[in-house]
């Protein structure tokens, strides 16, 4: 099956450093893929939608500044914490689809990165 | 807007008896997916059962299947004979449109306790 691949699984770093994740298609082409945030026993937040080639879409109150994400091929998005801190730590996931699915697909989701900033 | 609620923060059921998760939803477009995802401790997100909006049949995936009724706007998962690996957290999904460029938005979650 369908398979994303998310890297680092785990960061630990200091505050004020930026931290990137990347997040991989393995065995199919995405144009689009999500980034979402989980704290300790809640939901899944989205965050983004990553779209190949151009810019993504943040959802309401995630700083653009603050969350870098690109979408340079059809494989890979990465998301970057800039100059993160103790409040950005967390458990980020991403997830894809393949390109001109249909809304039965479901989406496949990568490990996931636990971020902790010291 | 789109809207996903569970409302069972937990349960508990003991091993080899069925469990219905509920999930409820809200949304203005008559084209939308819904999704069942299953998340172990171990973090990642693990794909359970679709059902689409103008499906006629319940879904149903080897022990798990949905109860859609779409007049009540819910979704409940029913697992049968459940299973002591199947503790973890379960998350009710929704998108909507046609296109699986679609974001899907998650409810709460309801962590699933099974009893030996």
């Known amino acids: 099956g369908a398979v994303v691949s998310q890297h680092p699984s785990w960061v630990i770093c200091k505050s004020g450093t930026s931290v990137k994740i990347e997040c991989r298609s393995l065995d199919f082409q995405a144009t689009t893929m999500f980034w979402y945030r989980q704290f300790p026993k809640q939901s899944l937040m989205l965050m983004a939608t990553s779209n190949e080639g151009s810019k993504a879409t943040y959802e309401q109150g995630v700083e653009k500044d603050k969350f870098l994400i690109n979408h340079a091929s059809l494989t890979l998005s990465t998301l970057t914490v800039t100059s993160a801190h103790p409040e950005d730590s967390s458990f980020y996931i991403c997830?894809?689809?393949?390109?001109?699915?249909?809304?039965?697909?479901?989406?496949?989701f990568g490990d996931g990165t636990r971020l902790s900033i010291l | 807007a789109q809207k996903i609620t569970q409302t069972q923060p937990g349960m508990f059921v003991q091993e080899k008896e069925a469990v219905t998760l509920d999930c409820t939803y809200d949304?203005?477009?008559?084209?939308?997916?819904l999704f069942w995802y299953k998340q172990p401790s171990s973090g990642e997100m693990i794909f359970l059962i679709y059902?689409?909006?103008?499906?006629?049949q319940n879904a149903t995936e080897g022990r798990y299947s949905l109860n859609f009724q779409k007049a009540r706007k819910s979704a409940n998962l029913v697992i049968s004979a459940s299973q002591l690996g199947d503790s973890a957290m379960y998350f009710c999904?929704?998108?909507?449109?046609?296109?699986?460029?679609?974001?899907?938005?998650f409810g709460s979650g309801t962590r699933l306790s099974i009893r030996p």
């Open positions: 949304t203005s477009d008559p084209s939308y997916g």
């Open positions: 999904a929704m998108r909507e449109g046609y296109s699986s460029a679609s974001k899907i938005i």
């Open positions: 997830s894809a689809s393949g390109t001109g699915g249909y809304s039965n697909q479901p989406q496949h």
């Open positions: 059902q689409g909006s103008y499906d006629q």
